[in-house]
């Protein structure tokens, strides 16, 4: 699974920076940060492959639930990485999964 360099979360189109720079949020460094306002999502380069293709899901997942206006309270984090991570087995299991809809 290459990571687009744009992807569109509901009516918004969101921009992927990819960048080697350390990425914080409040006071923890992580893998990646989506920026509802700027409608950007910049993720870290400096893991492998899998680990970018699930901190870019997990912030594509931040985007749908704040889209669909879920509230997860406290488990927020939680539940994002969680269902983050189920897609990504999900895709990376069934790669065909929609192509003989094409
Ligand atoms: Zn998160």
Do not use: S
Request: charged share 30%; net charge negative; aromatic share 8%.
């Amino acid at each position: 699974m290459k990571i687009p360099e744009k992807v569109r979360i509901g009516y918004m189109d969101y921009d992927v920076i990819q960048t080697e720079n350390n990425l914080c949020l409040e006071g923890r460094e992580c893998l990646g940060i989506i920026h509802y306002e700027d409608a950007k999502i910049e993720l870290n380069t400096n893991r492998n492959i899998q680990k970018q293709q699930q901190a870019f899901l997990h912030e594509v997942v931040h985007g749908i639930v704040r889209d669909r206006g879920i509230e997860w309270g406290e488990n927020n984090e939680l539940y994002t990485d969680e269902i983050a991570k189920g897609i990504y087995c999900l895709i990376r299991d069934n790669p065909e999964i929609f192509k003989e809809c094409e």
